[in-house]
């Protein structure tokens, strides 16, 4: 099935502002849409591609004052302090305003099978990594949590590699110093975006919801398509936090919500009909050392993707072929 178009019940009038501009199209549906639970599964084959101007990142490669890492008897969270007019943020898309960076974290599992919040296909992935940013026309991220549009969810799933992810280390290696609820520490401080990617186009865009305790808040979901990695002796660390009753920390997946007719964006796709509904391709940064599949930018998943990768890896063959052939010359 291929990915659907907008539909017309978004544009309603052909008139209105709205259908002129397709950026306020995810801003039309919100008061609507934000109330409704997450988290959901993502299907590409149920989304709706839409074209928006392109995200714009700010700050993320400097170097924060001071670095944070907090068990909270449920998560581990890391936050940073930026001097002023150095802090984190992205605008454009169907952004409404600049968003600033609060804080990032980490959902897994019990086992390697299961963990992150939202599922892909009808399966869970083993981490979910939530990257928080809140509206700068709000002071801190407690008061943008009770508005709609407030807050923006970055969203990165983690795959399993057999090679670990260096750029984890400096949360990962510190993990069993926040073994036990309540306890922080202070990290060397280095740049945030080390732990995940930029990315401005190729991800997925919907509208919903979380509860705490006391009341529900609304959240912009954007999800990247392209997975971040982990091997498994890393997953395993965060196995160590305990939580409030001085247990391992365990997590029961949060139950799906249905997405009652709620719209799933598919945002800028690099081409127009995806098979995958995550990337299988790792970001670049991760590709240097790795197997053919992992360096090349061949996405299997299109049309005529697997006969690129058969043609490219040929060539690899009859490369490495010259190549002994030279050397034993």
Known sequence: MAE??????VTLDTESDISKDVSNIVSAIADEEAVLP????INVNNTEQLELPALEWQNYELLPVK????????????TAKYADDEHPSIKGGSLDGRYVFAQIHFHWGNTAAEGSLHTIDGAPLPLEMHVVHFNSQYEALDEALKHVGGVLCLVYFFALKSSPNTFLDPVLSNLKDVAFPDVVIKLTPFPVVNLFHIFTNDYFLYWGSTKSESRSHPMLWMISRTQECIDFHQLTQFRVLLDQ????ISREQTPIADRENRHVFHVNPVTPCCNWTLSPLPHPKYRKDRWLVDRMDIDIGAP????????ALRREMQGRKSQCETTEE
């Open 67 to 78: 670095i944070k890492l907090t068990n909270t008897g449920d998560t581990v969270i890391l």
């Open 304 to 311: 005529g993707g697997c006969r690129e990768f058969i043609e």
């Open 38 to 41: 997450s988290p959901i599964d």
């Open 245 to 248: 009753r001085m247990r391992v």
């Open 4 to 9: 659907k178009n907008i539909p017309l019940e």
